[in-house]
């Protein structure tokens, strides 16, 4: 799949967001290395901190239909700027979906592709625990 198409299925999951306080509609699309598609949305709660990013959403779907090795993910919201992860999802993909492409897309359909080790560099992960 190649990445304009990715960025379509992150812009698609977007109308999945349930941001009611915010109205931030965020959506995520991750791409596997078998070429399996799982996607993700933000879902807000009143309780404002439980709130979860529609990248974590997308990679725990994954990982919840056995998936664990992924070449990357698409994440589109409305706003005219791209839209990058938050730190914890950066920290979340890093640990559990390595070291994949990260695919922005801004309102225009414009993209822009980052590494996740740009976007998070000298990362935790498994390694600082032994
Ligand atoms: N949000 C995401 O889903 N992903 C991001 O990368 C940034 C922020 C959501 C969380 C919240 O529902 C809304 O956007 C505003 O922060």
């Known amino acids: 799949m190649v990445y304009t198409q990715l ?3 992150a812009i698609k999951a977007k109308l999945k ?13 991750l791409l596997t290395e078998n070429n399996k598609l799982y996607l993700g949305a933000n879902i807000e709660n009143s309780s404002y901190s439980l709130t979860i990013c529609a990248e974590r959403t997308a990679v ?12 990357a993910m698409a994440i589109a919201s409305d706003a005219p700027d791209f839209c990058p992860p938050c730190g914890a999802c950066r920290q979340v993909i890093s640990d559990l979906c390595g ?3 990260v695919i922005m897309v801004n309102h225009k359909k414009e993209i822009k592709v ?3 080790s740009d976007l998070l560099p000298f990362a935790f992960g498994d390694e600082n625990l032994r």
Do not use: T
Request: aromatic share 14%; proline share 6%.
């Open 99 to 101: 070291n994949i492409d």
């Open 114 to 116: 980052l590494k996740l």
């Open 60 to 71: 725990f779907n994954a990982y919840l239909e056995g998936e664990r090795k992924f070449k």
């Open 7 to 9: 960025a379509e299925e």
């Open 17 to 29: 967001a349930h941001p009611p306080y915010s109205n931030f509609h965020v959506g995520a699309a």
